[in-house]
């Protein structure tokens, strides 16, 4: 086609015209709507308990220690190589996670005792029943894996979910003593409401590889389970170090002052023969090197730090301490 010429080519389009330019530009092919939208998140740039980067790294660091051990423990229970990678993590309403997990998931809930808090596990259902038949021994046609699991099922695949959580007192042990405790399996999580829709979760997403099978899952909690989680940064824990000196040297002479430690008095030594070992009944003597106006070498912890003179308090031996190691005692006692 040859461009326009003559007093066509400089004509320019009328409102209507550039109003129906738009409205066929928001529309798909003939005319409809297309059929898809990207979706879109809410997110509240005002919610201050949200981790900052500093925070986010240090999580990930604790993550990271949490997927390498659980994933040993995977690849024992299951007696196949087994790759834990740490994915990424998450901060949104629970509504939100429910829409985008879908039915693409099963999940066990989960209880942090004694806590009082509580969270579940996702796992995508191929990668469930993939480890599932690799614990109990089932073949399947590929292709025709059954995504719907029995109650035998469920107690078998726990012992699963108990593996990979094994780890998580150690790496969350900021948070406290706790053990988690598996609950129900649930087949669908569009109809679970164990939390309010705004309620702000946590997700960890883990990636697992290995000859058991390929797939994701996520340890879900509520957010103020875990806001206080990552350790303190440098900076806030020489601050706090600074502030806390006082109190923390009196905790720690309390601490001294009630350890226990080895106290001994030595009445004093002789050198000897085996032979008179040998030889040696009762009422023998054993000369001493220690002069009788000489006090005692007391030791703490096998070394000498007092001197005193022995006695008898309360029907028991005893010893009056008169002087520090290396002072001069005189030939009597001094308080």
């Known amino acids: 086609m040859s461009p326009p010429t003559g007093a066509h080519s400089q004509r320019k389009l009328t409102k209507e015209e550039m109003d129906a330019l738009l409205a066929a530009a928001g529309q798909g092919e003939g005319g409809e709507k297309p059929d898809h939208a990207r979706r879109v998140h809410t997110y509240d740039f005002t919610q201050p308990s949200r ?181 303190k940064s440098e900076e806030e824990s020489e601050a706090s170090v600074t502030a806390d000196d006082e109190p923390a040297g009196k905790s720690l002479r309390r601490s001294l002052s009630k350890t226990r430690v080895d106290f001994t008095v030595l009445l004093g030594a002789a050198d000897i023969r085996v032979q008179w070992i040998v030889k040696a009944k009762p009422g023998d003597v054993i000369v001493l090197d220690k002069p009788i106006t000489r006090p005692l070498d007391i030791r703490v912890n096998d070394h000498v730090k007092l001197r005193g003179y022995p006695g008898v308090s309360n029907g028991k031996l005893a010893v009056r301490v008169v002087s520090q190691a290396g002072a001069s005692a005189g030939a009597g006692p001094q308080e």
Not at 85 to 93: E, P
Not at 115 to 139: F, H, K, N
């Open 51 to 231: 981790f900052n980067k500093s925070e986010q790294e240090q999580l990930r660091k604790i993550s990271d220690g949490f997927a390498q051990r659980a994933g040993d423990q995977l690849s024992r229970l299951l007696r196949k190589s087994v790759k834990l990678q740490f994915a990424g993590m998450d901060h949104l309403k629970w509504e939100n996670l429910v829409n985008e997990t879908g039915e693409d998931v099963a999940a066990f809930l989960l209880a942090l005792k004694p806590l009082g808090r509580r969270g579940l596990v996702t796992i995508q259902r191929p990668l469930a029943a993939a480890c599932l038949e690799r614990m109990t021994g089932a073949q399947s046609t590929p292709g025709e894996v059954d995504m719907q699991f029995t109650a035998l099922d469920m107690r078998i695949f726990a012992g699963f979910i108990r593996a990979l959580l094994q780890p998580l007192p150690k790496a969350w042990e900021r948070l406290g003593a706790f053990q988690p405790e598996i609950g129900h399996f649930v087949q669908d999580m569009q109809g679970l409401d164990i939390f309010p829709n705004a309620e702000d979760m946590f997700q960890l997403n883990f990636l697992m590889q290995g000859g058991a099978g390929a797939g994701n899952m996520a340890l879900v909690v509520p957010f103020e389970a875990v806001r206080h989680l990552p350790p």
